[in-house]
Nanobody, 125 residues
């Protein structure tokens, strides 16, 4: 089955950090741009960050700029999302998905695919 497996979520205090992992299962992510998304209860899914395949260019939604860092390790077939200075409003289920390398890192309009089950991130004191 071709999909991602997310891990690394959990409970963090405001101001704390978590590192999420997105491992590709059944395929090689080298030729794909990878996006991280999140969905909070009662809200629509939101694109958080993206990293391109060819040049490793990165993109972030405004609310996480300066706090989150996306990276990829093609040798490990895994993409990471380092989340620092966490806020309660970061609480959500975080998922990753892929799109072909020939596309942009448009988090809203791309036909993102191979969604994983997601990992829960809860930021609370």
């Amino acid at each position: 089955q071709l999909q991602f497996v997310e891990s690394g979520g959990g409970l963090a205090q405001p101001g704390g950090s978590l590192r999420l992992s997105c491992a590709a299962s059944g395929f090689t992510l080298e030729n794909f741009n990878i996006g991280w998304f999140r969905q909070a209860p009662g809200k629509e899914r939101e694109g958080v960050s993206c990293i391109t395949s060819r040049h490793g260019s990165t993109y972030y939604t405004d609310s996480v700029k300066g706090r989150f860092t996306i990276s990829r390790d093609n040798a490990k077939n895994t993409v990471y999302l380092q989340m620092n200075s966490l806020k309660p409003e970061d609480t959500a289920v975080y998922s990753c998905a892929s799109v072909g390398y020939w596309r942009s890192c448009d988090l809203d309009k791309n036909p993102w695919a191979r969604w994983g089950q997601g990992t829960q991130v809860t930021v609370s004191s």
